[in-house]
Nanobody, 124 residues
Framework: QVQVVESGGGLVQAGASLRLSCVVS????????MGWFRQAPGQDREFVATITGSGGATDYSDTVKGRFTISRDNSKNTMYLQMNNLKPEDTAVYYC?????????????????WGQGTQVTVSS
């Protein structure tokens, strides 16, 4: 049984930092790329960041590049998203997804399992 569980969200002020975690079970974590997406109220879910199974390659949306860092610890079946210099427009529910392949994906169809999401709220 595949499980994907996000944590680490919260309410912070603009300019602050947060680190999201995603713990998975039920599949070979190191064999799958992983990704973070987010969905703000009234908007579609959008790509944030993604990482290959080995962690050797990453990609980011232009809106978070330079502020967010995706990483993973395959010994702990855990992926992270370090978010620095947060802005009010980063407010959203953040979802962790497991890729269908070893590689990464910037589209939702590339993922076969999702977590329930964790809320990030950034006040101005």
């Amino acid at each position: 049984q595949v499980q994907v569980v996000e944590s680490g969200g919260g309410l912070v002020q603009a300019g602050a930092s947060l680190r999201l975690s995603c713990v998975v079970s039920g599949f070979a974590f190191r064999s799958r790329g992983m990704g973070w997406f987010r969905q703000a109220p009234g908007q579609d879910r959008e790509f944030v960041a993604t990482i290959t199974g080995s962690g050797g390659a990453t990609d980011y949306s232009d809106t978070v590049k330079g502020r967010f860092t995706i990483s993973r610890d395959n010994s702990k079946n855990t992926m992270y998203l370090q978010m620095n210099n947060l802005k009010p427009e980063d407010t959203a529910v953040y979802y962790c997804g497991a890729s269908r392949t070893f590689g990464y994906s910037i589209v939702q169809d590339g993922y076969f399992s999702w977590g329930q999401g964790t809320q990030v709220t950034v006040s101005s």
